[in-house]
């Protein structure tokens, strides 16, 4: 009888002993899963641009979940936070709300805080309107030409062409900038209009460059 009950407690101990084992496995697993996600979400995408003469213009340290942006020779800054798949918003360097990005199937649109649009952006196949208005009258279209190339155009003219080559960006057939981005996207081309305001241009670029 004594051996049956040392049997029986023996066993249960080593239950015991194995269920705690398992849990503190487990436990470690979901710890290392967990460092894992953390890690892969904070993994960010860094693209420098640099005037002719070196000096560092814009600077973006782009993650899944936030953007820090900055401009104008790095004197001004922009945060983007992504709320969730719905919008963004971006802070300028007081913290206050500069303006509000919501996502479509089609694209996105710019916002002002009191929900005034300021731009919209649309993907239609092979071109990129960009609008100042819901019904996108007299968009400006982003296009590819066969030399991989982009342009832009309104109804009225074309405002210039852009690419990447040995890690400066010609505009209008100049060299405009050095970058480390790797390759051109079409996000560059809203640096031609000139008559967006600059945050609004870098904010639009950034976005654009997270769709790919």
Known sequence: MKYYLFICLFFVASCSSQKKSDNEKEDFL???????????ETKSKIITIFDKEGKEVINLDLNQREAFLKYDKTKET?????????????????????????????????YQPNNLLLW????????????????????????????????IFSPEKL????????????????????????????????????QVPEHFRIIIWLEMLRKK
């Open 30 to 40: 979901a710890v290392k899963r967990t460092k894992e996600n953390s890690k892969a």
């Open 78 to 110: 922009l945060t983007g936070q992504y709320t969730d798949t719905t919008r963004s918003k971006y802070f300028n360097a007081t913290g206050d709300v500069l303006a509000v990005v919501k996502y479509d199937q089609n694209g996105f649109s710019l």
């Open 120 to 151: 919209k952006v649309e993907y239609q196949e092979d071109i990129i309107k960009i609008g100042d208005n819901n019904r996108m009258r007299s968009p400006y279209e982003i296009r590819k030409n066969d030399n991989g190339n982009f342009r």
């Open 159 to 194: 405002w210039g062409d852009i690419y990447l080559k040995k890690g400066k960006i010609y505009m209008r057939g100049a060299i405009a900038w050095e970058t480390t981005d790797t390759k051109i996207h079409p996000a560059y081309s809203i640096f031609l209009l000139t």
